[in-house]
């Protein structure tokens, strides 16, 4: 039996000034026995990081903010497409607080 658990960044998306970027929860499992296997899969939606003129914020699905650094080190892909989105703004972001500035 194999179950594996991730959280991935999705498709960004512009609307005007902003960005947003998709996370979802990605699980996996598997049961292999002689000749009989059965494999099942879920997506389910985990949060959204909006990045804007002011930074970026993350969301969760009920719309309450999270630690941004704690989905950026558990979601593949996220950091660069946050840094993509934030350098095609043409201003500078800080890439410890992710907000308008820097440091």
Not at 56 to 74: Q, T
């Amino acid at each position: 039996m194999l179950n594996r658990r991730a959280l991935a960044a999705g498709e960004p998306l512009c609307v005007g000034e902003i960005t947003l970027i998709p996370v979802a929860e990605v699980c996996s499992s598997s049961f292999v026995q002689d000749d009989v296997g059965a494999f099942v899969g879920t997506k389910r939606a985990e949060a959204v990081v909006a990045v804007g003129p002011w930074g970026a914020i993350a969301l969760d699905v009920h719309g309450r903010e999270r630690p941004l650094g704690d989905l950026l080190e558990e979601a593949l892909g996220l950091e660069e497409l946050v840094l993509e989105a934030s350098s095609s703004r043409r201003e500078r972001i800080d890439t410890a607080s992710y907000k308008r500035g820097g440091a």
